[in-house]
């Protein structure tokens, strides 16, 4: 097979590789801005990441794409190249359905917003962000109208299918209806084998940010985190980013409280060794990325839920633990430590959620966004929206709108259609470490002893080194043998809270 005989093809490869150096040029500008850029430089920087979406979106909808790809279809392809070409005409069915009109003003709305956002939550100040917010939901409506007609979706459909290519919100509604019908009844459950126990001691020690970074940078390293490409850095909201072969997360920290950044800091390296895991024979390929924010999150919540917070990793995390952060008193062993990562308990934010709670707040935001999209509900409404779902789901009230509706930064960076993926990743990462352990049965023993090779090795075989060769549910199905249901996901949660706590 030469470049002679699949000519199309070839220079296929080509346009995707100008398309996927600038959008690593726009992740690096979006990065800058979120972490190290000074807030004045912001409007310069909205601009110029403005420009950008619109120069990437002019080479991905150039008319010529659609013949090259019906001619790369009748070329002589393997089955990596045949992969690389149907995720090449999903991009070009993506880009062509968005008016180009929409492009710049809708980039430059995301800055803006975002950069108020980061100033309005930590004032509380929620009237100061519903302007911006508004404007950008207007942005994300008429994408989304945009998108359903062209691609022949439904609404919120179209939006999923960005993020997770395929994915139907029916299919995402039997899932989490599945979970709504068992959470309840477990939750109640777990929490009255938690009553019957000892409560876990208050941890005494210095828990200064520098100390909390040293000992993140530590486990890290553990976690096979390769600081000759990437870095590590702070940020409103915790995220992975950078580009192709520069890796970069991001924490925040609290000094009353280390283990919050900690599980941060573990659940973004997952998202980084995704990144780093894949093919890199398809570096700057369709075909070469991650298989879609579902198997992203699936990796990162594998990273901290299944791994990081089992009591084999928290054996080993307690010594190094007492130690840099110079702890004292009882509540540094392994039973104890164990008791608060393995705590359940309703709480207001997401990203500080335990396992059996994490999906009701998935639910919340996922409710309220498609009703948001589909004009059902107002930006004005969202606050009262939020506490009373908030309160019918976990029985709790936000104080704040800076608890609430103002937590996280998704919306604010025009982010719709990306939350049913938390837990979806969920379900995807207990079968895919259910699947793993039956192939590794001594991993966690390994992780007891700070070995996490075989665990990445086993995930760079089954997950991330095979990109987009598949689709996401076909690469589910790959990796653990079946396709995506709840049952691994509710079974892992029986045995870890209620079998093991017993």
């Given at each position: 097979m030469t470049a002679k005989t699949n000519r199309a093809y070839t220079e296929l490869e080509a346009r995707a590789r100008r398309i996927s150096a600038l959008g690593d040029g726009l992740g690096i500008l979006a990065w800058d801005?979120?972490?190290?850029?000074?807030?004045?430089?912001?409007?310069?920087?909205?601009?110029?990441?403005?420009?950008?979406?619109?120069?990437?979106?002019?080479?991905?909808?150039?008319p010529e794409w659609r013949a090259l790809l019906d001619a790369a279809e009748g070329e002589s392809l393997d089955e990596w190249q045949a992969a690389n070409v149907r995720e090449m005409r999903h991009d070009y069915a993506?880009?062509?359905?968005?008016?180009?009109?929409?492009?710049?003003?809708?980039?430059?709305?995301?800055?803006?917003?975002?950069?108020?956002?980061?100033?309005?939550?930590?004032?509380?100040?929620?009237?100061?962000?519903?302007?911006?917010?508004?404007?950008?939901?207007?942005?994300?409506?008429?994408?989304?109208?945009?998108?359903?007609?062209?691609?022949?979706?439904?609404?919120?459909?179209?939006?999923?299918?960005?993020?997770?290519?395929?994915?139907?919100?029916?299919?995402i509604d039997a899932l989490f209806d599945e979970l709504a019908r068992e959470l309840p009844a477990l939750l109640k459950e777990v929490l009255e084998v938690q009553s019957k126990g000892p409560a876990p001691l208050a941890l005494t020690g210095e828990f200064s940010v520098e100390r909390q970074r040293r000992l993140g940078e530590e486990i890290m390293r553990i976690l096979l985190f390769d600081f000759h490409q990437g870095r590590f850095d702070v940020s409103a909201h915790p995220f992975s980013g950078g580009a192709t072969g520069d890796r970069r997360i991001t924490t925040r920290y609290d000094e009353t409280d280390f283990t919050k950044a900690l599980m941060g800091t573990i659940h973004e390296t997952g998202h980084s060794q995704y990144e780093s895991g894949l093919p890199e024979a398809w570096a700057y390929q369709p075909v070469g990325r991650s298989r879609g924010m579902t198997l992203h999150e699936s990796q990162s919540l594998l990273f901290e839920m299944q791994a990081a917070r089992s009591r084999e990793f928290i054996s080993f995390l307690a010594p190094i633990a007492r130690a840099e952060l110079a702890g004292e008193g009882d509540g540094w062993d392994t039973e104890?430590?164990?008791?608060?990562?393995?705590?359940?308990?309703?709480?207001?934010?997401?990203?500080?959620?335990?396992?059996?709670?994490?999906?009701?707040?998935?639910?919340?935001?996922?409710?309220?966004?498609?009703?948001?999209?589909?004009?059902?509900?107002?930006?004005?409404?969202?606050?009262?929206?939020?506490?009373?779902?908030?309160?019918?789901?976990?029985?709790?009230?936000?104080?704040?709108?800076?608890?609430?509706?103002?937590?996280?930064?998704?919306?604010?960076?025009?982010?719709?259609?990306?939350?049913?993926?938390?837990?979806?990743?969920?379900m995807t990462a207990a079968q895919i470490f259910t699947a793993l352990r039956r192939d590794v049965p001594d991993v966690l023993a390994k992780i007891e002893h700070g070995d996490w090779a075989p665990l990445l090795g086993w995930l760079r075989e089954n997950v991330h080194g095979l990109g987009c060769r598949f689709t996401p549910d076909g690469l589910i199905e790959h990796a653990t043998g079946a396709p995506l249901t709840a049952a691994p996901f509710l079974a892992h949660l029986r045995r870890r809270y209620l079998s093991d706590a017993a």
């Open positions: 801005q979120e972490v190290m850029m000074p807030d004045g430089a912001s409007p310069g920087r909205a601009m110029q990441m403005a420009t950008m979406a619109k120069v990437i979106h002019e080479f991905e909808t150039d993506h880009a062509t359905a968005l008016p180009p009109e929409l492009v710049e003003p809708m980039q430059h709305a995301r800055s803006e917003c975002a950069r108020t956002w980061r100033k309005a939550r930590p004032a509380n100040d929620w009237k100061a962000v519903v302007p911006a917010l508004s404007k950008l939901v207007d942005f994300a409506r008429e994408a989304a109208k945009a998108k359903a007609d062209g691609l022949g979706l439904p609404l919120y459909d179209a939006l999923v299918d960005q993020y997770d290519p395929g994915r139907k919100s029916a299919q104890n430590l164990t008791r608060l990562y393995q705590r359940v308990e309703p709480s207001l934010i997401r990203v500080d959620a335990d396992e059996v709670t994490y999906p009701l707040h998935v639910m919340l935001r996922y409710r309220l966004e498609k009703a948001l999209i589909e004009g059902e509900i107002e930006v004005g409404d969202l606050p009262a929206a939020w506490n009373e779902a908030m309160e019918d789901l976990l029985g709790i009230r936000p104080p704040s709108d800076a608890d609430g509706v103002m937590q996280d930064v998704h919306w604010y960076e025009g982010i719709f259609g990306y939350f049913p993926t938390y837990t979806l990743g969920a």
